[in-house]
């Protein structure tokens, strides 16, 4: 049985950091693809970054480049989200999921998702 979990969410202020982890059980992360996404109340999801198996291609949202990286640590069987500059706008749950087939931003093709850890930006 396959379960994702992400962490590291909480209260910062506007211009603070955070970094977010995404563990899986069941799964080897190193075989699949890993993305980030996130939901506000009242909006759809969407994609945030996400990271090939190798490490080799990444993949940012307009919205959050320049000030979030995504990395991983295959040995850890761990996904990081870096989050700098955050502004009152990435407020949102954050939610990661693995993908089986080639890198990929399309949220359709994302198969396992963690419960999702909430981020909140105060002004």
């Known amino acids: 049985q396959v379960h994702v979990v992400e962490s590291g969410g909480g209260l910062v202020q506007a211009g603070g950091s955070l970094r977010l982890s995404c563990a899986a059980s069941?799964?080897?992360?190193?075989?699949?693809?890993v993305g980030w996404f996130r939901q506000a109340p009242g909006k759809e999801r969407e994609f945030v970054a996400a990271?090939?198996?190798?490490?080799?291609?990444?993949t940012y949202a307009d919205s959050v480049k320049g000030r979030f990286t995504i990395s991983r640590d295959n040995a850890k069987n761990t996904v990081y989200l870096q989050m700098n500059s955050l502004k009152p706008e990435d407020t949102a749950v954050y939610y990661c999921?693995?993908?089986?087939?080639?890198?990929?931003?399309?949220?359709?093709?994302?198969?396992?998702w963690g419960q999702g850890t909430q981020v909140t930006v105060s002004s």
């Open positions: 999921a693995t993908d089986p087939g080639p890198p990929t931003t399309d949220i359709r093709r994302y198969d396992y």
């Open positions: 990271v090939s198996r190798s490490g080799a291609i990444i």
């Open positions: 069941g799964r080897t992360l190193s075989n699949y693809n």
